[in-house]
Nanobody, 128 residues
């Protein structure tokens, strides 16, 4: 069973930055595509960004394009989400998710159903 652990959340002022990390372990597949999702209070969980197994392919939701950057360090089984120019509407619990593959997977989707494993989440709060 793959385990994912998010970290890096916290409280930041509008315009500030945070860098989230997602470490995955207990590998059951050779490769993993990773996605970031978020859920604000009273709202459905939504996709934010995703990255293919090699890091060559990334996708972003329109609301975060130009502000968030996803990257990965496969040697450390870690995926990052650099979040800049944060806004109040970015406040949410952020989750990472993984989809296993036996070969390089140079696609990814920011839809929940595409992923097999989920972390517990880390809180991001943007406020004065």
């Amino acid at each position: 069973q793959l385990q994912l652990v998010e970290s890096g959340g916290g409280l930041v002022q509008p315009g500030g930055s945070l860098k989230l990390s997602c470490v995955y372990s207990g590998s059951t597949s050779d490769y993993y595509a990773i996605g970031w999702f978020r859920q604000a209070p009273g709202k459905e969980r939504e996709g934010v960004s995703c990255i293919g197994t090699s890091g060559a392919i990334t996708n972003y939701e329109d609301s975060v394009k130009g502000r968030f950057t996803i990257s990965r360090d496969n040697a450390k089984n870690t995926v990052f989400l650099q979040m800049n120019n944060l806004k109040a509407e970015d406040t949410a619990v952020y989750y990472c998710a993984a989809r296993g593959a036996r070969t390089l997977l140079e696609i990814c989707h920011t839809t929940q159903q595409w992923f097999d494993y989920w972390g517990q989440g880390t809180q991001v709060s943007v406020s004065l």
